[in-house]
């Protein structure tokens, strides 16, 4: 697995990116507060048969920052330059979390770069009581106070803890200020491209932990079910952070949504 920095077209600077392997390409994107390396156990597995690029989002990691008012759309375009710059696609995207919505989001707004989608723990349609929790968190990220222990025992359980460790890891390094604007973004973003999915032909796959309360089984089913060709896929007894607490799983699971066929695409 190398580590590289790609240079962007104005105004995203830089990019940096883990990639491995060969063939039909996968790009990754993690949640907030995380970094490529969160994909780790996927890549592993994944480079076996495909070019897995695992992305730092913005503020993350080794990229920069995209400005403290950018919204989701900004981050969606962020993802198709990257693309771009890359020089690859169609690609398979799957994103965990915030990654999720900006997969979910190039997916409606670039269908022409993307071959499958994959949402991890995605969200849609929060409710007005988990609408107004999470934008009270993104606030408080805002002014500074960063709470580590709150998220960690929401997205594990008390079996997770070599998981838990690396993620509290990962978190308390973080850049304060890209985490916070991309806890903005994903706070304000769960319904930004709700009414996009009845648009999505490609093979989509929308895939949760059981247990875990703000992503829930609901929204999975809920994105599922409006895309043309949607599958959701719930896993039991797991939270918020599936890909390392159930990583064989997740990965089987994967690699069945990259063997299903690809919608033909019609000549420009």
Known sequence: ??????????????????????????????????????????????????????????????????????????????????????????????????????????????????????????????????????????????????????????????NDCAARDQVARWLGAVDPSGYATAYGAFARGDDTYADGWQKVACPMLALTGDGDPNSTPEMSQAMADAAQDGEAVIIEDHRHMVNLTAPDVVTDILQAWLARPATERSPE
């Open 1 to 158: 697995m190398t580590l590289t920095i790609l240079q962007l077209s104005e105004p995203y600077g830089q990019v940096a990116f883990r990639e491995a392997g060969q063939g039909e390409p996968v790009v990754l994107i993690h949640g907030v507060g995380m970094q490529s390396a969160a994909w780790g156990p996927q890549i592993d597995a994944l480079s076996a048969t495909h070019h897995v690029i695992a992305v730092d989002m913005p503020g993350h990691g080794g990229s920069d920052p995209l400005p403290e008012v950018a919204e989701l759309p900004g981050f969606v375009a962020w993802a198709s330059e990257v693309l771009t710059a890359m020089g690859v696609g169609p690609v398979n995207l799957a994103g965990h979390s915030m990654g999720a919505l900006i997969a979910g989001g190039m997916a409606i707004e670039h269908p022409e770069q993307i071959r499958r989608v994959a949402v991890v723990n995605g969200v849609h349609r929060r409710s007005a009581g988990a609408r107004q929790a999470v934008e009270a968190r993104a606030q408080e990220i805002r002014q500074g106070a960063i709470d580590l222990e709150t998220p960690l025992n929401r997205w594990f359980t008390p």
